[in-house]
C-alpha cells in the first residue's frame, strides 16, 4: 500500500505575532490597495485560508459596515486567535498606513498644485483600478465553481445596480441578499 502525501498541506495556524506581521505586510505592500495584498496574503502566500473560505469571509465582511479589508481582519484574526488576534490583525493593517497617510497628506498639501503630481496621482489611480479588476476576475473562480452560472446574474444584477444605476448600498443588499439566498437554496435543491 502506498501513502502519497497530501500537496501543500495547510499550514499551522497562525500565532498573535503572525497575524500582526502578515497584516502589515500586506498592508505596506498594498498602500491604497490593501484589499488585493489582503488576499494574496491570505490565499496565496500564507494559505491561512482556500479560495473558498476567504470569499466566505468576505462575504459576510461585506454585510458590516466599514472596509472590507479591515472587517476581514478582525473576521480572520477572531477565527484563528480570538479577540487578540483580531487586535492583532487590525493593528498590523493600520498602524504603518495611518502614519505613512499622515506623512503623504502634508507633503500633498505642499506640492499639490505642481501638474507632474497630480498626474502621478491619476497614474496611482489606474493602477488601483487595474488591481481591484485583477482581485474580482480570482474571486469568481471560486464563486463560479460552486454556483456555477447561477451566480452570474447575481454579479451582473449588483454591478448594474450599483455600479451604473447608482442605487444606495442598502437598496442593492435589500434586492441581491434575498436573490442570493434563493440561489443558495436552488443550489442546494439540485
Not at 9 to 32: H, K, N, V
Amino acid at each position: 500500500m502506498s501513502h502519497t502525501p497530501s500537496q501543500n498541506p495547510a499550514p499551522p495556524d497562525p500565532t498573535e505575532l503572525e497575524l500582526f506581521t502578515g497584516f502589515l505586510g500586506a498592508s505596506l505592500r498594498g498602500f491604497g490597495g490593501v484589499f488585493v495584498m489582503g488576499r494574496r496574503m491570505l490565499v496565496e502566500e500564507k494559505r491561512w485560508l482556500t479560495p473558498d473560505e476567504f470569499v466566505e469571509i468576505l462575504g459576510v465582511c461585506q454585510f458590516l459596515p466599514g472596509a472590507n479589508i479591515v472587517n476581514v481582519s478582525v473576521a480572520v484574526g477572531q477565527r484563528f486567535r480570538g479577540w487578540r488576534g483580531s487586535l492583532a490583525s487590525l493593528a498590523g493593517l493600520i498602524v504603518a498606513p495611518g502614519a505613512i497617510s499622515v506623512g503623504l497628506a502634508a507633503l500633498f498639501l505642499h506640492y499639490a498644485f505642481i501638474p507632474q503630481v497630480s498626474r502621478a496621482m491619476g497614474a496611482v489611480a489606474a493602477a488601483a483600478a487595474g488591481l481591484v479588476i485583477g482581485t474580482a476576475v480570482k474571486m469568481a473562480g471560486p464563486l463560479l465553481k460552486q454556483d456555477g452560472v447561477l451566480a452570474i446574474p447575481i454579479c451582473l444584477g449588483t454591478l448594474i445596480a450599483a455600479g451604473v444605476l447608482h442605487w444606495p448600498l442598502i437598496v442593492v443588499l435589500l434586492v441581491m441578499a434575498p436573490a442570493g439566498a434563493a440561489l443558495a437554496w436552488v443550489r442546494r435543491a439540485r
